[in-house]
Nanobody, 121 residues
Framework: QVQLVESGGGTVQAGGSLRLSCAASGRTFSSYAMAWFRQAPGKEREFVAAVSSGGSSTRYADSVKGRFSISKDNAKNTVYLQMNSLKPEDTAVYYC??????????????WGRGTQVTVSS
């Protein structure tokens, strides 16, 4: 079982930036496609972005395309989410997880605690 620890959240004004990190335990991290999800109050968890196991391919939800960038450092067992031009509607708890396949949204492991992102207007 891989354990996931998210960090880097905080409170920023609209238009600001944050960089989230997700550290994963386990020696097989490099074999997994990874993704970020988020859950706003009163809403279901939704897909945000995914990166392939080697880091060469990425895909994004339409709502964040052009503003967010996902990357993966297999040497550090870490996946990142660079968030620019943040909007109040980006306010949510952000989680990472491994995917069953790069093109899927089905996840493999238990969820971590997530990291809170709050964007003020």
């Amino acid at each position: 079982q891989v354990q996931l620890v998210e960090s880097g959240g905080g409170t920023v004004q609209a238009g600001g930036s944050l960089r989230l990190s997700c550290a994963a335990s386990g020696r097989t991290f490099s074999s997994y496609a990874m993704a970020w999800f988020r859950q706003a109050p009163g809403k279901e968890r939704e897909f945000v972005a995914a990166v392939s196991s080697g880091g060469s391919s990425t895909r994004y939800a339409d709502s964040v395309k052009g503003r967010f960038s996902i990357s993966k450092d297999n040497a550090k067992n870490t996946v990142y989410l660079q968030m620019n031009s943040l909007k109040p509607e980006d306010t949510a708890v952000y989680y990472c997880n491994a995917l069953r396949a790069y093109g899927s949204s089905a996840t493999l492991f238990s969820w971590g605690r997530g990291t809170q992102v709050t964007v003020s207007s």
